[in-house]
C-alpha cells in the first residue's frame, strides 16, 4: 500500500517541477504583451506553449505510470514463477528408517534448481540437480527432469542408478537438442538408499557430503559422471559409486546456490564453512542442517543471484544392522 500511494506523489511532484517554469513563462509573456500592446500574438503564443507542455506533461506521466506498472508486473511475475518451482519440492518425506529434512529457497528468478525423495519398497530413491541458466524454460526443464526420473523408477524397480541416468538421459537429450534445440546442460545426481544404509549413486552434481556420527566430522564424497543432455548414449560415461551409512550418520546435499553463496569482501562460502555449519548443527538433526545451510547462505551474500536448496538424510538407529 506504501508503494502504491508513494509512486503518484512522486508523479505528481515531478510534474509540478516542470509545471513552475511553464507557469513563469506564461506570466513574463503576458507582462511583455501588456508592455509592447500586442497581448493578442502574445496570449495566443503562451496558450500554444502550455498546450504543447501539457501534451509532454502527459506523455511523461503515462511513460512513468508505464515503468511503475512494469516494475509491479514483474515483481509480480518473480513471485507467480517462483510458486511451481516451489511446488516441485517434496512434502512427504515418510521413509522407514531415515530422518530427512528438505527446503528451497528460490532466488527472484525462477531457476532450474529441483530435488526428489521417492519411497522404494526397501529404502527410497534421493535425487538433486540443477538446469544452467534461469527463466521459466530452466524450471521445466528440471519438471521434465524429475517427472521422466519418477516414471523410470516406478516402471522399473530394479534399474540402478547409472541406468537409470542414462535412460533419463537420452529421453532430456531426445526433447530438449532434438526438438527443442536447447542446450542447457544439466547437474544431477541420483541415489539408491536401503535399509542396510547402503546408498549407490550415479551422476555428476555438487560432491555429496556425509556427516559421521562417531567422529563428528564431515567428509566427501565426489561425484564423477558427465552432465545430463551432454550426449545422445550416456552409457558409457556415467560411473556409479557407493558408500555405507552407519546409525545416526547423515547425508547432506545441497545446490551450488549454497555452496558458491558470495559476498564482496571474503568471496564464496565455501567447503570449510559447509562443514562448519553441518558440524556445529547435526546433533540437533537434518531439519536444523537444512535452517542453517539456507540461513548461513543468505547471510553470507546479501543478494541471493541462485537458488538455495537443501536435502538432508540422517540414518535412525531403530533399523541398523
Given at each position: 500500500m506504501r508503494h502504491r500511494?508513494?509512486?503518484?506523489?512522486?508523479?505528481l511532484l515531478a510534474?509540478?517541477?516542470?509545471?513552475?517554469?511553464?507557469?513563469?513563462?506564461?506570466?513574463?509573456?503576458?507582462?511583455l504583451g501588456i508592455v509592447v500592446e500586442q497581448l493578442g500574438v502574445l496570449v495566443l503564443a503562451a496558450a500554444s506553449l502550455v498546450w504543447l507542455a501539457l501534451i509532454a506533461m502527459s506523455a511523461l506521466v503515462k511513460r512513468g505510470e508505464d515503468a511503475e506498472d512494469r516494475k509491479e508486473l514483474a515483481v509480480r511475475m518473480a513471485a507467480?514463477?517462483?510458486?511451481?518451482?516451489?511446488?516441485?519440492?517434496?512434502?512427504?518425506?515418510?521413509?522407514?528408517?531415515?530422518?530427512?529434512?528438505?527446503?528451497?529457497?528460490?532466488?527472484?528468478?525462477?531457476?532450474?534448481a529441483c530435488f526428489d525423495v521417492q519411497p522404494a519398497n526397501d529404502g527410497c530413491w534421493l535425487t538433486i540437480g540443477d538446469v544452467a541458466g534461469h527463466g521459466v524454460s530452466s524450471g521445466l526443464i528440471a519438471l521434465?527432469?524429475?517427472?521422466?526420473?519418477?516414471?523410470?523408477?516406478?516402471?522399473?524397480?530394479?534399474?540402478?542408478?547409472?541406468?537409470?541416468?542414462?535412460?533419463?538421459?537420452?529421453?532430456?537429450?531426445?526433447?530438449?537438442?532434438s526438438r527443442m534445440k536447447q542446450d542447457e546442460h544439466i547437474t544431477f545426481v541420483l541415489l539408491r538408499c536401503y535399509?542396510?544404509?547402503?546408498?549407490?549413486?550415479?551422476?555428476?552434481?555438487?560432491?555429496?557430503?556425509?556427516?559421521?556420527?562417531?567422529?563428528?566430522?564431515?567428509?566427501?564424497?565426489?561425484?564423477?559422471?558427465?552432465?545430463?543432455?551432454?550426449?545422445?548414449d550416456l552409457r558409457?560415461?556415467?560411473?556409479?559409486?557407493?558408500?555405507?551409512?552407519?546409525?545416526?550418520?547423515?547425508l547432506i546435499l545441497y545446490s551450488d546456490g549454497v555452496l558458491e553463496a558470495a559476498n564482496a569482501c571474503d568471496g564464496e562460502q565455501g567447503t570449510e564453512r559447509l562443514f562448519s555449519?553441518?558440524?556445529?548443527?547435526?546433533?540437533?538433526?537434518?531439519?536444523?542442517?537444512?535452517?542453517?545451510?539456507?540461513?548461513?547462505?543468505?547471510?553470507w551474500s546479501p543478494i541471493q543471484r541462485d537458488d538455495l536448496s537443501a536435502l538432508v538424510v540422517r540414518r535412525l538407529p531403530s533399523l541398523a544392522r
Amino acid at each position: 500500500m506504501r508503494h502504491r500511494v508513494r509512486a503518484p506523489l512522486s508523479r505528481l511532484l515531478a510534474v509540478t517541477k516542470l509545471a513552475w517554469p511553464l507557469i513563469a513563462a506564461v506570466v513574463v509573456i503576458v507582462v511583455l504583451g501588456i508592455v509592447v500592446e500586442q497581448l493578442g500574438v502574445l496570449v495566443l503564443a503562451a496558450a500554444s506553449l502550455v498546450w504543447l507542455a501539457l501534451i509532454a506533461m502527459s506523455a511523461l506521466v503515462k511513460r512513468g505510470e508505464d515503468a511503475e506498472d512494469r516494475k509491479e508486473l514483474a515483481v509480480r511475475m518473480a513471485a507467480k514463477t517462483a510458486r511451481p518451482q516451489v511446488s516441485l519440492v517434496p512434502t512427504d518425506f515418510e521413509v522407514p528408517g531415515l530422518e530427512i529434512a528438505a527446503a528451497m529457497r528460490p532466488s527472484q528468478q525462477v531457476g532450474g534448481a529441483c530435488f526428489d525423495v521417492q519411497p522404494a519398497n526397501d529404502g527410497c530413491w534421493l535425487t538433486i540437480g540443477d538446469v544452467a541458466g534461469h527463466g521459466v524454460s530452466s524450471g521445466l526443464i528440471a519438471l521434465l527432469a524429475q517427472n521422466s526420473l519418477q516414471a523410470i523408477t516406478l516402471t522399473k524397480p530394479d534399474v540402478t542408478p547409472s541406468e537409470a541416468i542414462a535412460l533419463l538421459s537420452a529421453a532430456l537429450f531426445e526433447n530438449l537438442r532434438s526438438r527443442m534445440k536447447q542446450d542447457e546442460h544439466i547437474t544431477f545426481v541420483l541415489l539408491r538408499c536401503y535399509d542396510d544404509g547402503r546408498v549407490v549413486f550415479a551422476g555428476a552434481h555438487e560432491d555429496l557430503v556425509i556427516y559421521r556420527a562417531d567422529t563428528g566430522r564431515c567428509e566427501i564424497i565426489g561425484t564423477r559422471s558427465v552432465w545430463l543432455d551432454e550426449v545422445k548414449d550416456l552409457r558409457d560415461h556415467v560411473h556409479q559409486g557407493s558408500f555405507q551409512l552407519a546409525m545416526n550418520d547423515v547425508l547432506i546435499l545441497y545446490s551450488d546456490g549454497v555452496l558458491e553463496a558470495a559476498n564482496a569482501c571474503d568471496g564464496e562460502q565455501g567447503t570449510e564453512r559447509l562443514f562448519s555449519a553441518v558440524e556445529g548443527s547435526a546433533p540437533r538433526g537434518p531439519e536444523a542442517i537444512v535452517t542453517t545451510l539456507i540461513e548461513q547462505a543468505s547471510t553470507w551474500s546479501p543478494i541471493q543471484r541462485d537458488d538455495l536448496s537443501a536435502l538432508v538424510v540422517r540414518r535412525l538407529p531403530s533399523l541398523a544392522r
